[in-house]
């Protein structure tokens, strides 16, 4: 798939910023720049953003799960661990396509060289609450080609679930963004996508590694915060304060992640369709 030098570096200064936006909005229950994690910190997914974008580039020359493994790779030699493989993984293939309509032609050329190369990566990243599954278990070397192995993590893991319905949720996603984005700041639409989501279905890490009654909790709350109309009024303030609290509990097993990589992908496809990486108004205290 040819690409010429501008919309190459397009796509590079896109990954750049997804990823660093992402992570610098005040998203309930993230690590943010005012908020680390025990094992990651808003430095260690920017320095991740510097050397994987370069990489993810390069997609479709290398094969999306070589450019996968190459990320992972290059993060752990920049931080302690592995912080955004989610969004590795869901930003490699629209890296490869360089627009949203070549998407259904790349994930359907997936091969299994892919998969032993993301297979790698997964191992190499150690993500939490990974589990155990009858077949395609990652953990035990059961390589799957990458499509039937995505579709059977499908129902529980959404960053698996783009890859078997051709982004459909980060598509949506990508859309309330974009609005959210003209009638606010971009980092109270960026934390304002992140609650959709978290509203519309329960985070498949918190699922992972909280349980499933958890993850709907919190998806209740997301909900309750948005019902109070946020970030308009001081009810919605307030329970976003204690939304952002009780996620960030119990040693941050209720991180929503996957919600933030979804999100990250969304930003990725907003810039890509505009044509630009900003600048965007910032509010940084949100309200």
């Not at 030098?5 to 690590?31: D, F, P, Q, T, Y």
Request: aromatic share 4%; charged share 20%; glycine share 6%.
């Amino acid at each position: 798939m040819r690409m010429t030098l501008s919309e190459k570096s397009m796509i590079r200064r896109c990954l750049v910023a997804s990823m660093v936006l992402e992570v610098s909005a005040r998203k309930a229950g993230n690590v943010h720049p005012q908020a680390s994690f025990s094992d990651a910190t808003w430095q260690d997914f920017v320095l991740s953003a510097m050397v994987v974008a370069p990489i993810l580039a390069h997609a479709s020359q290398m094969g999306i799960g070589a450019a996968v493994l190459a990320s992972v790779q290059a993060t752990q030699q920049v931080t302690a661990g592995n912080p955004n493989l989610g969004m590795i993984l869901l930003l490699a293939p629209l890296a490869a396509a360089g627009r949203p309509e070549r998407l259904k032609q790349v994930l359907n050329g997936l091969t299994l060289t892919d998969a032993k190369h993301v297979y790698r990566a997964i191992a190499l990243a150690k993500p939490g609450g990974l589990g155990k599954a009858e077949k395609g278990d990652v953990t035990k070397g059961d390589v799957l080609p990458l499509a039937q192995a995505m579709q059977l993590a499908a129902d529980r893991d959404l960053v698996a679930r783009q890859y078997v319905n051709h982004y459909a949720d980060v598509m949506h996603l990508a859309q309330l963004l974009d609005k959210a984005s003209r009638r606010m700041p971009m980092d109270q639409a960026i934390v304002y996508t992140h609650l959709q989501q978290m509203a519309l279905e329960p985070d498949t890490l918190i699922a992972r590694k909280s349980g499933r009654d958890i993850a709907s909790q919190a998806q209740q709350r997301a909900q309750q915060v948005l019902d109070a109309r946020w970030p308009e009024s001081k009810q919605a303030q307030q329970r976003f304060n204690a939304l952002d609290r009780w996620l960030r509990s119990s040693s941050n097993k209720r991180n929503p992640g996957t919600s933030a990589d979804l999100v990250a992908a969304a930003l990725w496809v907003v810039m890509k369709q505009r044509g630009t990486t900003g600048p965007f108004a910032w509010r940084e205290n949100l309200w």
